[in-house]
């Protein structure tokens, strides 16, 4: 949980965490299964890459 919300202060994206909860029903990180958190916790890791790589929609600003 700790890495998860790291990852969110770090580049703003509490956003992406919020819609993880509602999309499985709960309010909390606390109320994930280890299964539910290892996937979040994945694309988090997908986010932060694909912000590194540069991998921005076409009509969007460029990743910083």
Not at 13 to 20: D, T
Not at 54 to 64: F, K
């Amino acid at each position: 949980m700790h890495e998860i919300m790291h990852i969110a202060n770090a580049y703003n994206w509490q956003i992406a965490v919020r819609h993880f909860l509602v999309t499985k029903g709960v309010r909390y990180l606390s109320d994930l299964t280890d299964p539910q958190l290892d996937d979040l916790l994945s694309r988090m890791h997908g986010y932060v890459d694909a912000a590194e790589t540069g991998a921005s929609l076409p009509d969007c600003l460029p990743a910083c």
